[in-house]
T-cell receptor
Framework: DVKVTQSSRYLVKRTGEKVFLECVQD?????MFWYRQDPGLGLRLIYF???????EKGDIPEGYSVSREKKERFSLILESASTNQTSMYLC????????????FGPGTRLTVT | SQQGEEDPQALSIQEGENATMNCSYK?????LQWYRQNSGRGLVHLIL?????REKHSGRLRVTLDTSKKSSSLLITASRAADTASYFC???????????FGSGTKLNVKP
């Protein structure tokens, strides 16, 4: 079974802190995604990566950056956390082009105070 | 926005009844997927239907797709309390790598 793990289930950070959210998948998937989920807004794509060191902006990339140095690991970085980045963050992976099924991690609930 | 929109936002039924949820989207697609999310957890893939398919079954799930109306429906037959979850549709909007999720239908199945 594909397993996608996220570094923390719950995280509390202060405004202005730099925050790292880590995601690891164990099935050699090419594509990896970061979403945020907010009530009434569904899942919104922040960034995705289709190969090591490759990344593409999603719908709401402002205030975020990503890093993919190894195929199995995709990191989301909040350069200077703000209260409006309080949210549930979900990482997902998929096998590659033309393989559409996404496998999700359990999510990280981030609170910025 | 290419986001799918689910309808209704919430649905409450008794165990054994059927549950139907709908998804509408705005642009042409290659495929449409349905996912389930149990409270506070990640999403789990349920079923994928391609743009050239009209109906697909998987166990107690039946998905239909009407590309002329840009809509899809998910039917769960003989629902169980364990089906209580939020259900999301996801469309690719003709970009193979990007997916657009709606805000979901929250299903409550009462025992």
């Amino acid at each position: 079974d594909v397993k996608v793990t996220q570094s923390s289930r719950y995280l509390v950070k202060r405004t202005g802190e730099k925050v790292f959210l880590e995601c690891v998948q164990d099935m050699d998937h090419e594509n990896m995604f970061w979403y945020r989920q907010d009530p009434g807004l569904g899942l919104r794509l922040i960034y995705f990566s289709y190969d090591v060191k490759m990344k593409e902006k999603g719908d709401i990339p402002e205030g975020y950056s990503v890093s993919r140095e190894k195929k199995e690991r995709f990191s989301l970085i909040l350069e200077s956390a703000s209260t409006n980045q309080t949210s549930m963050y979900l990482c997902a992976s998929s096998k590659g082009p033309l393989y559409y099924e996404q496998y999700f991690g359990p999510g990280t609930r981030l609170t910025v105070t | 926005s290419q986001q799918g929109e689910e309808d209704p936002q919430a649905l409450s039924i008794q165990e054994g009844e059927n549950a139907t949820m709908n998804c509408s989207y705005k642009t042409s697609i290659n495929n449409l997927q349905w996912y389930r999310q149990n409270s506070g957890r990640g999403l789990v893939h349920l079923i994928l239907i391609r743009s050239n398919e009209r109906e697909k079954h998987s166990g107690r799930l039946r998905v239909t797709l009407d590309t002329s109306k840009k809509s899809s429906s998910l039917l769960i037959t003989a629902s169980r309390a364990a089906d209580t979850a939020s259900y999301f549709c996801a469309t690719d909007g003709y970009n193979f790598n990007k997916f657009y999720f709606g805000s979901g239908t929250k299903l409550n199945v009462k025992p």
